[in-house]
C-alpha cells in the first residue's frame, strides 16, 4: 500500500479553494517533486499532507503504517529561522520530540540519533556552534539533520534550496538524492523545472492545469515542455510571453497546438489574424515554419539539459567530499 494516496483533493484556506483537482500516490522509496506557478498552491498543499490545516475537498490517505509523527518536515527558510538562538545540538535533538512526546529529558538512543545525522549531514563539527552564526547551507543541513530524527520514512521539504548559491544547491540536492536511495521517500516543492526532472522519478504539476506521473511522462507532456522550455528562456533572460487575447495554458493543452511552445502558439495566431486581413505571405508562412523548427530545438535543448543536471550535480558534490576528505587526513 501506498505511503500517502491523494484522491480528488481541493486545498485552500476556509471555503477558498487554491488547487484542485489533486490525485496522486507516494509509494516507499518515491522521489515526487511539486511544480508549478508561484501562488498555485504548493505550499498550501503541503500543510494539508502535514495535517497542519484541513482539506478543502478530498482525501488523503497514509499507509504502509506510515503515522503522522514519522514525517519529517523542511519548512521554507525563513529571517526568522535564521537568528535562532540555539546550538546545533539543540536544534537537531529537537526533531526526535514529535516520536519520543515532551520529555523532560533526551535518552540515549534521541542522542545516538541526533549525532548519527549530524554525522550524516556532515555538521558533527559545528554540533557546539550557534545556529545563528552558520552560514545559509550549513542552516540547512542542520534543519535537515534535525527532519531525519523525526523520521526513517518520508521527508517534505519546501523550497530546500531557497537563497542558496550554485554550489551549495547543488550539494543540498545532491544530499537528498543520497537519502532517497538509503530509503527515504522525499516530497519536495520546487520552482527549478530542470533540477526537478533531474533528480524526481515522479511529477505532480499544479495549477490551472495538474499533472501527475513519472519524469519521463512529465517530459513527453506538453506541459511538462512548455515549462521546461519557459525556464530555459528565462535562464537566458529572454522574455517568453508577448501580448495576446488567449492564455497561453489554453492554447499550449489545446488538440491543435502544433508545439508546447507559447511563441508557436503566438506565431501561429499572427499568422491567422495576417490571413484574415489579407496580408499572409509567403514568407509570413515560411518564417513561422522556421520559428517552430527553432522552438522544437529550445524545447530539445531544455530537456538534454534538465536530463543531465542531476548528474553533473552529483559528480560537484563528490568530487567535493574527496577534496574534504583529503584536506582532513593532511590535518591529522
Known amino acids: 500500500m501506498a505511503l500517502i494516496a491523494v484522491n480528488d483533493l481541493s486545498v485552500g484556506y476556509g471555503s477558498q479553494i487554491v488547487a484542485e483537482n489533486i490525485n496522486f500516490k507516494v509509494e516507499a522509496g518515491d522521489y515526487l517533486c511539486i511544480v508549478g506557478e508561484n501562488g498555485s498552491g504548493k505550499s498550501t498543499l503541503m500543510k494539508t ?37 540555539a546550538s546545533v545540538k539543540e536544534i537537531v535533538l529537537s526533531g526526535c520530540l514529535g516520536r519520543s ?23 558533527t563539527d559545528l554540533a557546539g556552534r550557534s545556529y545563528r552564526e552558520l552560514s545559509g547551507g550549513q542552516q540547512q543541513r542542520v534543519l535537515l539533520a534535525r527532519a531525519l530524527c523525526a523520521t526513517r520514512k518520508l521527508l517534505l521539504l519546501d523550497e ?17 538524492a543520497e537519502l532517497n536511495k538509503e530509503g527515504v521517500s522525499i516530497i519536495m516543492i520546487s520552482h ?7 533528480y524526481a522519478d515522479h511529477i505532480l504539476h499544479i495549477g490551472g492545469n495538474v499533472f501527475f506521473g513519472t519524469r519521463e511522462e512529465y517530459l513527453g ?35 491543435d497546438s502544433g508545439t508546447a511552445g507559447d511563441s508557436d502558439a503566438y506565431a501561429s495566431e499572427e499568422t491567422e489574424d495576417e490571413a484574415e486581413e489579407g496580408n499572409a505571405s509567403e514568407e509570413t508562412a515560411a518564417a513561422t ?11 530539445e535543448t531544455a530537456v538534454e539539459k534538465a536530463s543531465e543536471n542531476g548528474v553533473n ?19 591529522r
Open 49 to 85: 499532507l502535514l495535517n497542519l490545516q484541513k482539506p478543502v475537498k478530498g482525501e488523503i490517505i497514509k499507509g504502509d503504517g506510515l503515522k503522522e509523527n514519522e514525517i519529517g518536515y523542511l519548512p521554507q527558510h525563513t529571517d526568522v529561522q535564521k537568528d535562532f538562538p
Open 221 to 255: 507532456s506538453k506541459l511538462g515542455r512548455f515549462f521546461l522550455m519557459r525556464q530555459s528562456r528565462d535562464d537566458e533572460s529572454m522574455p517568453l510571453f508577448k501580448p495576446r487575447k488567449k492564455n497561453p495554458y489554453s492554447i499550449m493543452m489545446s488538440e
Open 192 to 198: 527549478d523545472i530542470g533540477a526537478a526532472v533531474g
Open 289 to 299: 515554419e522556421e520559428g517552430n523548427a527553432s522552438e522544437e530545438n529550445a524545447v
Open 101 to 123: 512526546g515532551f520529555k523532560p529529558f533526551y535518552t540515549s538512543a534521541d542522542k545516538k540519533l541526533a549525532s548519527e545525522n549530524m554525522e550524516r549531514m556532515g555538521i
Open 313 to 331: 550535480a552529483e559528480q560537484d558534490a563528490d568530487n567535493d567530499k574527496v577534496k574534504d576528505k583529503e584536506v582532513k587526513d593532511n590535518d
Open 160 to 176: 530546500p534550496v531557497s537563497g542558496l548559491d550554485p554550489k551549495v544547491t547543488a550539494e543540498m540536492y545532491s544530499l537528498i
